[in-house]
């Protein structure tokens, strides 16, 4: 089955910029969304299609991807930006999320 | 806005049954697609199954398959899971979300199911 992998944790201090990667096989054939979730709260979409962002979303958060890795970059944190992110894709028939990467502000 | 309230969660015995519904408002219910997203306490996200907007076509993850089965009623604008067989892994908060094949775009506030003796 196919599988996304992401680092666990990042850390960054805020006003710094972020980097939270994902990376699969054939990845850059593939959509890439990613989701923030905050404790207790339900997943948010912050990027689709590799580097769209929905309306509300902030501008300092973006995405790109490259050969089989993709990255959500976060520009400017800020300490509200603290939570656990997860790449996701489709392959085969089957939409599969990444392990999550939780980020730190500190 | 887009609202997506789940309801008919709670405790189950392993090899139970229970349907959970998703009852959605705010936009056009029939000609969206929808899924179901599992996220066990304390762990990552696990995607459930997919459902076309006319209910033509469904997909499920490989650990479901078999056990249970999405379904929806466009005349009441709701979602449904049909779970059996339950098992004590299958314990999770379960999101129904509005989103295309591969895109998820809008999560209602979660369902938690407790399989458990």
């Known amino acids: 089955s196919y599988e996304l992998t992401q680092s666990p944790s990042v850390s960054v201090s805020p006003g710094q910029t972020a980097s939270i990667t994902c990376s699969g096989d054939?990845?850059?054939?593939?959509?890439v969304c990613w989701y923030q979730q905050k404790p207790g709260q339900s997943p948010l979409l912050v990027i689709y299609e590799d580097n769209k962002r929905p309306s509300g979303i902030p501008e300092r958060f973006s995405g790109s991807i490259s050969g089989n890795t993709a990255t959500l970059t976060i520009s400017g944190t800020q300490a509200m930006d603290e939570a656990d992110f997860y790449c996701?894709?489709?392959?085969?028939?089957?939409?599969?999320f990444g392990g999550g990467t939780k980020l730190t502000v500190l | 806005q887009v609202q997506l309230v789940e309801s008919g969660g709670g405790v189950v015995q392993p090899g139970g049954s229970l349907r959970l519904s998703c009852a959605a408002s705010g936009f056009t219910f029939s000609t969206s697609g929808m899924h179901w997203v599992r996220q066990a306490p304390g762990k990552g996200l696990e995607w459930v199954g997919f459902?076309?907007?006319?209910?033509?076509?469904?997909y499920y993850a490989e650990s479901v398959k078999g056990r249970f089965t999405i379904s929806r009623d466009n005349s009441k604008n709701t979602l449904y899971l049909q779970m059996n067989s339950l098992r004590v892994e299958d314990t999770s908060v379960y999101y129904c979300v509005k989103g295309l094949l591969q895109e998820l775009f809008v999560w209602g506030q979660g369902m938690l199911v407790t399989v458990s003796s």
């Open positions: 996701q894709a489709w392959d085969n028939a089957s939409l599969v």
């Open positions: 459902i076309r907007y006319d209910g033509s076509t469904k």
């Open positions: 054939d990845l850059g054939h593939k959509y």
